[in-house]
């Protein structure tokens, strides 16, 4: 029932070492220093709901301006970081196909096109913009559709790899789908691509797997001009010449995965085994002429779900195994819904040395999440990791800037979510500001995943110690979570799970905790009738067992809506202890924009509510999202449902023990007053991302310093950011 962390932050620093910076030895670190999204580059008669996408991204040469590729809007994107904390729209140029990649030198932005009218008939060209005047000439035909585009250091050489995808629904997606891919070589002149010397290397016959099909991924060059390439859908890999000729090839291999989570079952279950693996390498990137990295991100038959260093002459120099998944999952990334295809699926790598020191960038595209590593020369060393917007798809590194960029790809507008964002990461002298909160490892070295934290609670005695309840996205694994406030990130201590006869609780949607006082917890449950889940309080005991299950009352069934209680607090001790409930949303009974605080008093099993009136919106809907007492007052949470700039409401408000005098449900409700505590948009623009919607938790401790947390929606359709807000004496 209970899986307590075998390591303290101390020793679990030794596995997964720069969650924070050490005193004794501060060095250097990334953090985020701001975001632009996307659609801030539509023009103002543009439609703004407009898809847009950031996907692959360079920079000029003297690191002041970001090129992107926009693959929805057929166009590629520049981004004005002239003030990296306050990057500036640049305008847009459109290009009448699908940009694949960019690469930029002497002042030139060389993009590939796609404009295949079929899987069969593949085509597409290279287009070069000229990054001052923002003109577009198309120039070579590139006779087949391009994928990735790298140059050469002195800007002579343009490779671009000419996948000629196959198609997905076509024999299950398995190659061979002819036509065959290849990598085009163009040479470059005073910025002008010399069409008639275009170079063709043939990658056929080289790989075990469809060896007359190859598709061509990624390509990358190194200082003697050498090119790399994925043939990710082959397993494969070659390091071809400016020639063309192919000077060596090799398999990428298979690895035997142990302790995976396979299932897609709502609950984060390492206990799975994918034998012969094959790695399926999408990105690649030289560390240096003798070395290079992939991400191992797989296709249909695998995806080793990490990355790997590989020697020139295809040996492998080294294989984290699964430690950045696990990583991933202790930071509360873990993407459960992708659990049965490739976990976390790393896709992007960057390599690069920021003054003396080398680092390789590796991203999780599912997780939304890249990780950090210092190049050793031997096996890296984990640095930290880094919240990087929803579907990392480009990483870029300026080391002349000591700036790191990622350009994320997804762009929620269809579903009212966060739009697509460039986020800008400075390397400078402090400590790491994410993860604020993460887990450690139970006795077989697993990860203890977590994430949706939808309740706070504060331990009655122990200063620093909080508990928190994950909601309904695992809904077959709910859990309380014991969290240590008191270390730098928080630190998820135990994870007790909720049962019922031994066995898991199912239906449940779990949105409040809070302490019993003798050990045990109660728990409010936010019912949906269209999932049987039902409206309830639940008191369990120190192990999770559910003791008692407390349905609501009809005077409240027969008004309910699916937004129903969001946290719960306790008032008075013994036979006076009362339960307070936030309900969300107005139900049926209810006036426009007033909500009701329910009452429970266990021991004469009575119900009664006092109303409370909400903020007015801007936009979407706002409602509760947590209760809590302290003092003379009850600390309420009040929010709206919007994103980014369109969030307005995320403030904290307190109303007077003495006016929560519950009426009889089902007659007039006294209206209590509020005033506004805090206003949490401050803090959540700190983190140098944009504002997220879900405050959900809310705690004072012991000590009366008061903690905040954010839920991560279980990093579907969402960035998985959790922020665990150190809030202070208010």
Known sequence: RKEAMTRSLAAALGIVGGFMASGAAAEPVFNRIASFAVPGNLQADTDQATETSAEIIAATEDGMTLVYTDSPLEAVGFIDITDPKAPAPDGVVMLGGEPTSVAVSGGKAFIGINTSESYTEPSGHLTVVDIETKSAAPTCDLGGQPDSIAINDDGSMLAVAIENERDEDLNDGVIPQLPAGNVTIIPISDGVPDCEGIITADLTGLAEVAPEDPEPEFVDFNSAGEIVVTLQENNHLAIIDITGAVIGHFSAGAVDLTNVDLDEERALTFDGEQLGRVREPDAVKWIDDERFVTADEGDYEGGSRTFTIFNRDGSVAYDPGLSFEYLVAQ???????????????????????????????????????????????????????????????????????????????????????????????????????????????????????????????????????????????????????????????????????????????????????????????WIASEGRTDRVIPHALYHVDADGEIQEEIGFPEELMGVEKRFGSEGITKVGEGDEMTLWIAIQREWRDDEKDMVKLVSYTPATETWGAVAYQLDKGQQGWVGLSEITTHGDHVYIIERDNQIGDAARIKKLYRVPLSEMQPAELGGELPVVTKEEVHDFIPDLQAFGGYVVDKVEGFAIDAAGDAFAVTDNDGVDDSSGETFFLKLGKL
Do not use: C
């Not at 819904?337 to 003396?356: I, L, Y």
């Not at 020191?357 to 890249?370: H, T």
């Not at 490892?441 to 504060?458: I, Y």
């Open 331 to 521: 930071a509360g990334h873990y993407p459960e819904r992708r659990s049965g295809n490739k976990g976390v699926e790393p896709e992007g790598v960057e390599t690069a040395v920021f003054g003396d020191q080398g680092y390789i960038f590796v991203s999780s595209e599912r997780g939304s999440i890249v990780g950090v590593y210092k190049d050793t020369g031997a096996a890296p060393e984990f640095v930290q990791l880094l919240p990087s917007g929803i579907g990392p798809e480009g990483l870029l590194a300026i080391p002349a800037r000591n700036l790191f960029v990622v350009a994320n790809e997804v762009d929620l507008i269809e579903d009212g979510g966060v739009r697509a964002h460039v986020m800008l990461f400075e390397l400078a002298d402090g400590e790491p500001s994410y993860p604020t909160l993460m887990s450690g490892t139970d006795d077989q070295g697993r990860p203890v995943g977590w994430g949706a934290l939808s309740g706070l609670a504060a331990d009655p005695e122990a200063a620093g110690t909080l508990y928190a309840v994950n909601d309904s996205f695992y809904g077959m694994q709910p859990t309380i979570f014991t969290i240590d406030a008191t270390q730098t990130p928080a630190m998820i201590t135990e994870a007790t799970r909720v049962t019922r006869a031994g066995y898991p609780a199912q239906k449940l949607d779990m949105e409040g905790i809070v302490a019993d006082g003798e050990g045990g917890f």
